[in-house]
């Protein structure tokens, strides 16, 4: 059985360490700011990014990858739709998981402030 696993938290959380330990293959909506090697967050682009992230996920699947993780925030529920619809169109199984450990130094430099925003705007 193919396996897609959503893998939500704040940042910090160990999202992107643990989707990588888990799966065959990754991703998450950060990756579109990644300029050689260096994080450059543009709030103007993130849109894009998510969409990037889920178009990446959906070739992974036309290419039948045996698992796949999808890590970002996910503090909508609703956010985690597109996967859930991708993963009903390939026949994939879901496996959501929500990192609840102590948050560590972000590798992306998110805020504090910024943090409990998302804090506040989650869904369970």
Known sequence: MKQLYLIRGLPGSGKSTLA????????????????????????KH???????????????MLHDARSIAVANTFTRRWEMDPYLILAQKYDYQVTEMT???????????VPDETIEIMRARWEK
């Open 20 to 43: 990588q330990q888990i799966a065959d293959e990754w991703f998450e909506a950060d990756r579109y700011f990644m300029v050689d090697g260096v994080y450059k967050f543009d709030v």
């Open 46 to 60: 993130l849109s894009m990014a998510h969409t990037r992230c889920k178009e990446d996920v959906e070739i992974a």
């Open 99 to 109: 990192m609840t450990g102590p948050l560590r130094p972000n590798t992306h430099g």
